[in-house]
């Protein structure tokens, strides 16, 4: 079946630290990928998604490249800051009926200040 | 800005008790799902509802029923919760297909004693 991994578990940077956290995906076909984030206390919120090889996805400074022939969506940020500490996951979904998202387990962000 | 919210935000029972979560969207969409959040885990899917009347069985599925009684509400049912039924618990929903943006809700946490 479909499957979306994120290396890390748990990242922690300081403010103003580069950030990446590595999403791969295996999926039978030519799926929509997607970042989600989750502030504590909160429900998941969409963050962005791609949907075709090479199509950059961004929003409030992070950006992740669809890449096709390696099936990763890594997300990145230049430049951390303490308001970023949150879980994100990565996911994936195709848009036929019936069907639904794939989420990886979750990167949790700690930025200290 | 979807609005998805669910009832009631905190929940404690004990084994062998009836349980039922709440879930209102009020975007006309289509789709709703139901997950549950667990440390380690990340977001697993229990049941999804593609219109009133409809289930879909989600990937973890066993203990749980649901029911769609119109486009606004989905409910959770756990008719004799057990301990590892303790979780917090997601509800969302998404315009149409499953590919689509899912837009969650705040959560309910489940204590099962």
């Known amino acids: 079946g479909d499957s979306v991994t994120q290396t890390e578990g748990q990242v922690a940077l300081s403010e103003e630290d580069f950030l990446t956290i590595h999403c791969n995906y295996s999926?039978?076909?030519?799926?929509?990928l997607f970042w989600y984030v989750q502030y504590p206390g909160e429900g998941p919120q969409f963050l962005f998604r791609?949907?075709?090889?090479?199509e950059k996805g961004s929003s409030r400074g992070f950006e992740a490249t669809y890449n096709k022939e390696t099936t990763s969506f890594h997300l990145q940020k230049a430049s951390v800051q303490e308001s970023d500490s949150a879980v994100y996951y990565c996911?994936?979904?195709?848009?036929?009926?019936?069907?639904?998202?794939?989420f990886g387990g979750g990167t949790r962000l700690t930025v200290r200040p | 800005e979807a609005a998805v919210t669910q009832s009631p935000r905190n929940k404690v029972t004990v084994t062998g008790g009836n349980v039922t979560l709440s879930c209102r969207q009020t975007?006309?969409?289509?789709?709703m799902y139901w997950y549950r959040q667990d440390t380690g885990h990340g977001l697993r899917l229990i049941h999804y509802?593609?219109?009133?009347?409809?289930?879909q069985i989600g990937d973890v599925p066993d203990g749980y029923k649901a029911t769609r009684t119109t486009q606004e509400d989905f409910f959770l049912l756990l008719e004799l919760a057990s301990p590892s039924q303790t979780s917090l618990y997601f509800c969302?929903?998404?315009?149409?297909?499953?590919?689509?943006?899912?837009?969650f809700g705040p959560g309910t946490r489940l204590l099962v004693l």
């Open positions: 969302a929903s998404s315009v149409d297909r499953g590919g689509d943006t899912q837009y």
């Open positions: 999926a039978s076909g030519y799926p929509a």
């Open positions: 791609a949907s075709r090889d090479k």
């Open positions: 996911a994936l979904g195709f848009n036929n009926a019936g069907a639904k998202l794939t």
């Open positions: 975007n006309s969409h289509n789709y």
């Open positions: 509802s593609y219109g009133a009347g409809n289930l």
